[in-house]
């Protein structure tokens, strides 16, 4: 994609946000899912673990870590990558999920967003924007807040400044009940799906996402809340620096209003918008709706 057909995605998305009618713009490209995996590279992190990612984009652009959430891989940003073009996108597995190590401890906020900074070092980069989905968000904050001088920008998307998991909440009952193989627990993993939200999402991703998503081990799915129990996610917002974008689902079943009005309240000088329609896993569900409005922030001086 062109500069200009860049700059009239951009602007298409900002009017829709604003609620003026959307320029006609072809979307880009979609990329292969069949060919996700094997584009993965491999990196050993100086604490050990050994981390699979993807870079994408131009090589010479700002670079922009894009981190997924929890249960997800990689692979949740190829609906919303193409967007992007312009950046240099780091793309990496989690630690725990799709193809890089999943050690036998820790999963805490902590060690999330210190693989984010080793992943930087090992890529000589020096300063990223950050883009966070659900759990990537949280690193994300954590990243910015302890290594401001990383951090250029922050977007939280399908984010929390409360804790995210509470004992006895939907999501710890049900992931805290999960026997092996994962794979038998249909009738929550079909709620869990990213395709399960309220928007159609392209059932070809999906297919691949959900097989990965099983692919994750159990002591996986039952550490993460574990340690993000009761634990505030934006309890040191006020050592981030960057200017920060946060963008929700208004039908999030997951993080209803009140984490978004929790996420503003933590952020007070941030750009904030709720899609109405959407629900947690908003960057599959409409990316020519997020992918626009995302690339304009990155762009902005």
Known sequence: MNRIALALVILAGVLTTLGAPALATPAPAPIDQAGWAERKRQVTLRNGLRVAYVELGDPAGEPVLLLHGFTDSSRVWTILAPWLVGHRLIVPDQRGHGGSDAPACCYAMSDFAEDARQLLDALAIERAAVVGHSMGSMAGQLLAAEHPERVSRLVLIGSTALAPVRRDDWMW?????????????????????????????????????????????????????????????????????????????????????????????????????????????????????????????????
């Not at 929550?188 to 994750?216: I, Y």
């Open 173 to 301: 009952t049900n992931v805290m009940a999960l026997r092996e193989p994962v794979a038998a627990n249909a009738e929550f993993l079909a709620q869990w799906s990213p395709g399960a939200g309220p928007t159609p999402v392209d059932p070809v991703f999906v297919r691949h996402a959900d097989a990965e998503m099983v692919r994750v081990p159990l002591r996986v799915w039952r550490a993460v809340p574990r340690a993000f129990l009761d634990v505030p996610v934006a309890r040191h917002a006020a050592d981030v620096r960057a200017p920060v974008l946060i963008l929700s689902g208004g039908r999030d079943p997951l993080f209803g209003p009140e984490h978004h009005d929790a996420l503003v309240a933590a952020y007070p000088g941030a750009r904030a918008h709720v899609f109405a329609e959407l629900g947690h896993n908003l960057i599959v569900e409409r990316p020519h709706q997020i992918g626009p409005v995302l690339a304009a922030f990155l762009a902005m001086p």
